[in-house]
């Protein structure tokens, strides 16, 4: 399975659309949204993408109600803390935004999922932890790149993409 993953958009589509490209070159069965959406137009932009979507909610994001209720109308899977996205074999990828380091480590030293995705720092990541991978795609905005990343959990390949 393909999942693109991405941050920090922070209201700013743009990024978000040459995002959506880039998973859509990569033909992603996912895309996992790691926090501090910004607004209701990523969402619908997330959700016209031909993919399956998965949104947590960010530190930065206000009216969680509002987005979830977005969510739910246009088929996206929203969590304001954990968000799990099936990969197969009773496993799962779990994304949360990373701004509650007690959460983020919990699901880390837990070892229940192969795969842990959080944003926040803006920065990129990608550490194996005790047979976990912790992933952070990187930020499109207020990043001095910004990036995202595709992991094939078949072949447990990741790929941070510059997104132009």
Do not use: W
């Not at 994001?61 to 304001?80: E, I, Y």
């Not at 935004?97 to 995705?117: K, W």
């Not at 795609?137 to 390949?157: F, N, R, S």
């Amino acid at each position: 399975m393909r999942i693109g993953i991405i941050s920090d958009s922070h209201g700013h589509n743009d990024p978000v659309r040459g995002a959506l490209a880039i998973f859509a070159a990569h033909e992603v069965d996912a895309v996992v949204h790691c926090g501090d959406v910004g607004g209701s137009k990523c969402i619908e932009l997330l959700a016209g993408g031909g993919a399956n979507v998965y949104v947590v909610a960010g530190n930065m994001d206000r009216r969680v109600d509002r987005l979830a209720t977005v969510c739910q109308k246009h088929g996206v899977l929203f969590s304001s803390e954990v968000v799990e996205v099936p990969i197969g074999d009773g496993k799962f990828l779990v994304a949360t935004h990373g701004d509650d380091e007690r959460l983020l480590g919990e699901l880390i030293a837990e070892q229940q999922f192969p795969y842990i995705c959080h944003g926040h720092t803006h920065n990129l990541r990608d550490e194996r932890i005790n047979g976990v991978r912790v992933i952070n795609p990187g930020a499109l905005h207020h990043a001095k790149l910004h990036t995202v990343a595709v992991l094939d959990t078949e072949t447990d390949m990741l790929e941070h993409i510059l997104v132009p």
